[in-house]
Structure formats: structure tokens, C-alpha cells
Nanobody, 123 residues
């Protein structure tokens, strides 16, 4: 059974950095794309970034471009989200997700989801 387990969230001051990890297990993900999403209280879940396992295709939301970097470690079946220059507006629960094929921005297009990790950015 597929499992996605996020880690690396926490409390950080504005301008700081965090690296989120998503460990994937339960199947071969070579033909899958992995996405990071976030959901703040009272808001809809929104796309942050996506990548194919080969790393050749990466996609970013406008809010993430230039500050966040998505990457994979195929040997560890792990996806990372390096977040720099964090702002209070980045405060949310961050979710990892997987779908067959290319990356996509719409949450319903993803088949598997992790449980989420909380990121809190203080001003």
C-alpha cells in the first residue's frame, strides 16, 4: 500500500528556511509525479510545486518561484521542498501528493496524499 510521510515542518521566523521531506513507499514511483500543496486555516488547498521522479520537469506556483526548490532523491524515494525567505503568508499545513504521469496543479488529479506537516512562520 502506498504511503507518503512528510516531515521537516516547524516554527521559523520570517526570512528563515525549512526543508520538507516526503518519504514515499509501497510502489515504484518512476512513472509518477510528486507535488507539494499547502492549506492554511479557512482556505482551500493550493498548489506549491511539482516534479517528475527523473527531475526533468519541475513546476512552481507563482508564490513559490524564486524562493522554493523541489527536488528528488531517487535512491531514497524521497521528495524535498527547500523553502527559503519564508513569510508569514507561507504558514500552512504542507502536504505531499503523488499522481501517475506529469505534474499538475489541481489537487483532485492526485491519487495519494500524505498526512501533512505544519509550517508556521512568525513575523
Amino acid at each position: 500500500q502506498v504511503q507518503l510521510v512528510e516531515s521537516g515542518g516547524g516554527l521559523v521566523q520570517a526570512g528563515g528556511s525549512l526543508r520538507l521531506s516526503c518519504a514515499a513507499s509501497g510502489r515504484t514511483f518512476s512513472t509518477y509525479a510528486m507535488g507539494w500543496f499547502r492549506q492554511a486555516p479557512g482556505k482551500e488547498r493550493e498548489f506549491v510545486a511539482a516534479i517528475t521522479w527523473g527531475g526533468n520537469n519541475r513546476y512552481y506556483a507563482a508564490s513559490a518561484k524564486g524562493r522554493f526548490t523541489i527536488s528528488t532523491d531517487n535512491a531514497k524515494n524521497t521528495v524535498y521542498l527547500q523553502m527559503n525567505s519564508l513569510e508569514p503568508e507561507d504558514t500552512a499545513v504542507y502536504y505531499c501528493a503523488a499522481r501517475r504521469g506529469m505534474g499538475a496543479a489541481a489537487p483532485p488529479l492526485y491519487d495519494y496524499w500524505g498526512q501533512g506537516t505544519q509550517v508556521t512562520v512568525s513575523s
